[in-house]
């Protein structure tokens, strides 16, 4: 901060953080240390270069003013950072009631008698803040979590429970489809059983029928052949509904 006598200047550096093709501000902190108001003009060697809000004012008694400084969008960077531009803020005792419609020129015009308080500021290029790294510090790319043991000789087997946890969701889905494939298996078994059965049924019902239609007239067979073919349906439809 300055040790002027009637603003406190923070700080007596504007840095830029510069970066082409965009737009960059910076800003000071005016503080009036005295029981007066006090007017204030900044003026800069590159007024096309940079803008000034608000470029005059009045800072009230003991208290304080902040001023921005936009430095415009640049199409070429400076060599090595190096600004060789200036500013120079100065500050005057005003009467009580002034506004900052009522600073003129004259105001800070030496050779009117006016006592001019003089402060100069640099203007300094900074490298632009560099995004964070995505790999966290100190970690490997690659790495596989292991255990370790610590200084009381506690292991930590938070790697290896990983991996077991791990290992264990691989192989559930393969017992899972395991246990499904044996009980598919199963009941194509069955079902082929049934048909097989149920086959072997009908060949023994149609020569109970031809034997029947020789020997009875097949009156008492095509009775005990509607009982079995029922029976039979009953017993299939049952096994497939269980498939």
Do not use: W
Not at 64 to 91: A, R, W, Y
Not at 115 to 134: A, D, G, M, N
Not at 159 to 180: C, I, M, N, V, Y
Not at 186 to 203: D, F, M, W
Request: hydrophobic share 30%; net charge neutral.
């Amino acid at each position: 901060m300055s040790t002027g006598e009637l603003l406190g200047i923070e700080p007596l550096e504007l840095k830029f953080p510069f970066e082409l093709k965009r737009q960059i501000s910076s800003s000071l902190q005016l503080s009036n240390k005295t029981d007066d108001y006090v007017a204030f003009k900044v003026k800069t060697t590159n007024p096309k270069k940079y803008c000034v809000r608000p470029n005059t004012g009045i800072v009230l008694p003991r208290s304080t003013c902040d001023v921005i400084v936009t430095m415009q969008s640049q199409k070429e960077g400076p060599l090595d950072l190096q600004c060789k531009d200036k500013f120079l803020l100065q500050s005057v005792k005003v009467n009580d009631g002034v506004t900052p419609k009522d600073i003129t020129p004259e105001m800070f015009n030496k050779e009117a008698g006016h006592v001019v308080e003089e402060c100069k500021l640099r203007v300094v290029y900074v490298s632009p803040p560099q995004p964070p790294s995505p790999v966290p510090e100190g970690s490997e790319e690659g790495s596989s979590p292991r255990g370790y043991v610590s200084e009381n000789g506690s292991s930590n087997g938070s790697g290896f429970t990983a991996a077991t946890r791990a290992s264990l969701e691989q192989f559930e889905p393969q017992d899972k489809s395991a246990e499904a494939r044996a009980l598919v298996s199963k009941l194509t078994e069955e079902k082929n059983n049934a048909i097989q059965q149920n086959n072997k049924l009908r060949q023994e019902l149609e020569l109970l029928r031809r034997e029947g239609q020789k020997n009875h007239g097949g009156i008492g067979v095509s009775l005990l052949f509607v009982v079995l073919i029922g029976l039979l349906g009953i017993i299939l439809g049952y096994l497939l509904k269980k498939t």
